[in-house]
């Protein structure tokens, strides 16, 4: 046991003591080490605020920390690449490094004359801009890891679970929403302005950005639908050509996740468009103009959110433990529809999503319909609100949402 006597040090120590208890232990903290000693260079990316310079710092605390949000240090990088990285002979942590495009060819060079692992850790919440340098200067020297906002795992591991799928509907998963005591719409609030005001314009040069918001209103009622590039044009007042520019913003800030269609010649026309989703349900919630988390009970968007949350968790789960996107949904024109399909290697999982707190046997009959149609090994699941235990019925495995 530790005693401190001194009151000034003392308080200093509790202070330590509240910050480590408010820390979130991250599942991919064992990937990113792992990538780390395999690879002369880790890109760590996501969505602002998901997390992703708290989790190398706390890696990686012998590594020198630039944040290249910084003005003077983004000036020096850009203007002297060479002169800024020799300053890092051992190695650094790269924050935002995207804002830099310049350093990647001089990485390029530092790299293949290393033999060291995990000398870099880059991280950036542009997933496009990233991968566009990248894949034309360190393609075979950085390993990626996708580092999304906390996952009810986490959660549940930090401090449990509460029993309302509703409230994490509208909270949503930032980090910094589980550490302070800052009101969730009031955080949503900044944090839209901020997505708006700087990371769209340094992706793309929108001169109205009050129709861009907008449309990122329009995204939200859209949860759980198929795309429809020219509803969207239509009801935000663009050509459908600006409507697809915008979509790929948003897809490469990782504000949303478009959920792509499975096809395996099942003899029926099937729709073909992805379906969009919110990488962070509280996003959605806030762009809804969802005040609290009891509203979303009677609110018409409930269903979409619902599955919104599930289909994050599966996402969350690909990126911490190194999986591949390997997540689709199915739908043919009869109205037969699978809400998630996940296809590895040795089963297909085919899963119903339910925002009912009651489970019913009509949850399982597009399960048992695919079911025919594909004639191939398959595990069938149900996911609902209900607070009953795992269990399998008819062959379907039932899971609450809070015990997946």
């Known amino acids: 046991m530790l005693f401190i006597a ?11 003591l509240d910050y480590l208890c408010a820390m979130i232990k991250r599942i991919a903290e064992k990937r990113l080490k792992t990538l780390a000693a395999s690879f002369r ?4 990316v996501g969505p602002r605020q998901s997390g992703k310079t708290t989790l190398c710092r706390m890696c990686f605390p012998e590594k020198p920390y630039v944040s290249l949000e910084n003005p003077d240090e983004r000036a020096f990088a850009s203007e002297d690449p060479r002169g800024f990285l020799e300053n890092y002979k051992d190695g650094a942590i790269l924050d935002e490094v995207h804002k830099v495009p310049e350093l990647f060819s001089y990485l390029q060079q530092i790299l293949d004359e290393t033999k060291k692992k995990g000398l870099f850790i880059l991280t950036g919440s542009n997933h496009f801009l990233m991968q566009d340098s990248i894949s034309q200067t360190l393609a075979g020297r950085i390993a990626y890891l996708n580092l999304l906002p906390l996952s009810l795992e986490e959660l549940q591991i930090h401090n449990g679970l509460k029993d309302s799928a509703g409230y994490y509907m509208y909270k949503g998963f930032y980090p910094e929403l589980y550490k302070s ?14 997505f708006v005001e700087r990371d769209v314009r340094q992706i793309k040069n929108i001169n109205n950005l009050a129709l861009f918001s907008r449309f990122l209103k329009l995204c939200a009622t859209r949860v759980g639908q198929v795309l429809n590039l020219s509803s969207l044009a239509n009801d935000s007042g663009v050509d459908q050509k600006t409507i697809s520019s915008w979509i790929s913003i948003l897809e490469s800030s990782f504000v949303i996740y478009l959920l792509k269609p499975f096809s395996n ?14 990488y962070d349900t509280g996003l959605a919630s806030h762009l809804l103009d969802i005040e609290n988390y ?3 009970e009677t609110h018409p968007a409930l269903g979409g959110l ?6 994050s968790e599966y996402l969350k789960q690909n990126g911490n433990y190194g999986k591949p996107d390997n997540l689709f949904y199915w739908r043919d024109r009869t109205g037969h529809e699978i809400d ?4 590895t290697n040795s089963v297909l999982r085919i899963i119903e999503i339910k925002a009912s707190k009651t489970y019913t046997s009509e949850f399982s009959k597009h399960l048992s319909y695919f079911e025919k149609l594909y004639k191939h090994k398959l595990e069938k699941s149900v ?6 235990a795992n269990s399998t019925i008819n062959g379907v495995h039932l899971h609450s949402w809070n015990k997946l």
């Open 6 to 16: 001194n009151p000034e040090s003392n308080s200093i120590f509790v202070i330590l």
């Open 41 to 44: 260079s880790v890109a760590v």
């Open 181 to 194: 005591k800052i009101a969730t719409g009031d955080w949503m609030q900044n944090y839209i302005r901020t």
């Open 265 to 278: 010649n099942l003899g029926k026309r099937l729709i073909k468009g992805p379906k969009l989703y919110f």
């Open 294 to 296: 009891k509203q979303i």
């Open 306 to 311: 619902f599955e919104n949350l599930i289909i």
């Open 340 to 343: 998630l399909i996940q296809h």
């Open 383 to 388: 996911i609902y609100r209900g607070k009953s």
